[in-house]
């Protein structure tokens, strides 16, 4: 292994600008559609694993009366639990758009609602972060 002095990435002696957009490609493909990153790579029971539980995480999240936090940089918190909610991608971009996830705070799953929605965004982004392992041949 190498260290490119450019940007602090170590690479195999074979690694070319072209594997780079790959595995780019792949981890984009890993956020968009949960699971598809790992479907590319030729792990299909991890990848139809991810693809259903954490669309499942994320759908009960909604039934729960879950809220997709809007983007506030007033407020941190709220900011990061958006970022924690576009995790998840295709999904996201669905509820967000079919205008669900407003949340009842008054329900008494709102809570859990939330939860449900902000952990699947985080997994989906581990999820990548194994792709992208993966990708690199360290795993």
């Known amino acids: 292994m190498a260290k490119n002095a ?14 780079g957009v790959s595995v780019a490609l792949r981890c984009a493909a890993a956020w968009f559609v949960p699971g598809a990153g790992h479907l590319w790579l030729g792990r299909r029971q991890k990848g139809i694993v ?12 909604l039934f729960l009366e879950g809220r997709l936090f809007p ?9 990061l ?8 991608g295709l999904p996201f971009l669905v509820a967000r758009l079919a205008g669900t996830g407003g949340g009842q705070v008054v ?3 709102y809570e859990y609602g939330n939860t449900f929605l902000i952990v699947a965004g985080l997994l989906n982004f581990l999820v990548i972060l194994d792709v992208y392992d993966i990708a690199l ?3």
Do not use: N
């Open 71 to 79: 983007i506030r940089l007033s407020e941190p918190l709220v900011a």
């Open 6 to 19: 450019k940007s602090g990435v170590r690479t195999t002696a074979g690694t070319s600008s072209m594997e």
């Open 50 to 61: 991810f693809l259903v539980v954490l669309t499942l995480m994320f759908a009960l999240g």
């Open 137 to 139: 041949g360290r795993k």
């Open 107 to 109: 329900a008494a799953t």
């Open 81 to 88: 639990a958006a970022v924690a909610d576009m995790g998840l």
